[in-house]
């Protein structure tokens, strides 16, 4: 079970991360909350192994698969919606991914290179992309980001959906968002 | 599905576009100094020109010298470009690889193309000077761009391919390919060009038989104004055609490479 023990991080004298700990329930969404600046990414990089921490441990994480939306949508400019979904999931079939698309409304853009795509859409090709990648934790990293109200309902109604009975670690800073993805467990980062 | 991450503005096609009149223009210039000059000897006139390459096209030492000139010389090209995508992708991953090979690019790219004509005419046949002096003039320019062009690619998308641990040859392919193409591309097209001008410039000096570089030291042995003119307008248009192929072949691959995902 991952286990986030006593994390602390600084950027030269800017201390981002005091003596952080946190208990992930396998299974489950745990939801992260904070002002913007708090520190949600750095301990997000830091559990996804892209940064290091200059004290604690994160046991168990290492070693798991894991699958993410980032804070930007990161995806390949010159590939298709499709092509970028398929690049962490090449198992699945083009009819499967089709169906999902289509269940957020990214119908008809599968072959529409990312560098076309609207904002909105962009967040939600990538949001996909990680709900479908095979993996054992999933990280979500303020995912419905620069989505209207209406779309946001409804992807946030499928992720929520999608992430049922698996290991999420979602990060946010709207309550309301936290309240809709229903998360088991939520852990403000202001108190540290 | 595009190629490139630098789409080309519809403003930069046009700046980068030939137009017919301006090219028409050009000639006409040309045909009325020569008219005016009067002595073919000194500037022959655009129609000769046309009509000495429609004679030398007649016979089969003309398809001959191009074939055997264009083998070597694209041999070069092509071993030029292997060898420095190669290296240039090792490098990115080896500093000392880097450190290494930085003084042979410095010096091979500073070092003026007679010299090297001459130094390696004493070491290699003359028959085979041009692919050499070919691979030269190539390999540096293809290595130091495409080098530039890995280490330009988008740290936050490796990122993305570290967390999802995509394996290295879909990075190679999803990644990789589109965004160090337009360094490659550029690469290729000032690549190209060298080669052309050098390996003539080799062939001119070595005087290999049947071959472009040995008609045009014929043409300037007996003052042939009119096929000096037809043999330098023949080898514009093979590079100038040879590029062009050869850039849409590249797209071409990307583009089935991407398809593969």
Redesign the interface.
Known sequence: MPEIINISKSYGEHRVLEQFSLHIQEGETTCIMGRSGCGKTTLLRIL???ETADEGETGGLPSM????V?Q?D?L?????AM?NI???C?ERTAEEIRNEMKKIDLGGCE?Q?A?ELSGGMRRRVALLRALL?PCQIL?LDEPFKGLDDETRRKTIAYTKEACRGRTVLFVTHDEKEAELMGAAKVVSLDEG | ?????T?ESKEGKRKGKIRLWAVLVWLAVWQLVSMWIGQEILLVSPVTVVCTVVKLAATAEFWLSIASSMIRIVGGFLLGVILGVVLAGLSAASVRLREFLLPFIVTVKSIPVASFVILVLIWVSSRNLSVLISFLMVFPVIYTNVLDGISQVDR??L??A?????PFG?QLR??YV?QVLPYFRAGCSLALGLCWKAGVAAEVIGIPQNSIGENLYNAKIYLDTPALFAWTLVIICISVLFEKGFLKAIGYCVRRL??R?
């Open positions: 996804m192994g892209l698969k894991k699958s993410a980032f930007e990161r390949c400019e010159n590939l298709s092509a398929r690049l962490t090449p072959n290179p560098h990648a990280f | 599905m595009m190629t490139s991450t789409p936050k998308l990122e993305m570290r967390v999802f641990e995509i879909r999803s990644i589109s991407e398809q995902g």
